[in-house]
């Protein structure tokens, strides 16, 4: 058993999401690295798309309003793991619309 943390998307087979959700997984696993204990693919149906760091849900789909982008996701499984680590560019804020 690992005390790292563990990160699980569930993703539906019905609308061809497996890709995005792998994508999401790369992007965490190449971000946080062995910080994580597992990156773990579900698959469902129905149009579900969540993703859930210790059974805490960060991101749902239907609730969210689509998919985050990888910025927001790692952002989001930071302040879950170790809110106070910083993520570089990840964390930059983008300038004020003039």
């Known amino acids: 058993m690992t005390d790292r943390p563990k990160v699980r998307i569930d993703y539906c087979t019905q609308c061809q999401w497996l890709l995005r959700a792998g994508w999401m997984a790369q992007e965490l696993l190449s971000t946080f690295g062995t910080d994580l204990g597992e990156v773990a693919l579900v698959p469902g149906t129905g149009g579900i798309f969540t993703i859930t760091c210790d059974d805490q849900l ?12 990888a ?17 570089g560019h990840s964390d930059r804020k983008k300038p004020p619309a003039e």
């Open 58 to 69: 960060v991101w749902d789909r239907k609730r969210d309003g689509g998919f985050p982008d």
């Open 71 to 87: 910025a927001r996701l790692k952002q989001l499984v930071r302040d879950v793991i170790d809110p106070g680590r910083a993520l």
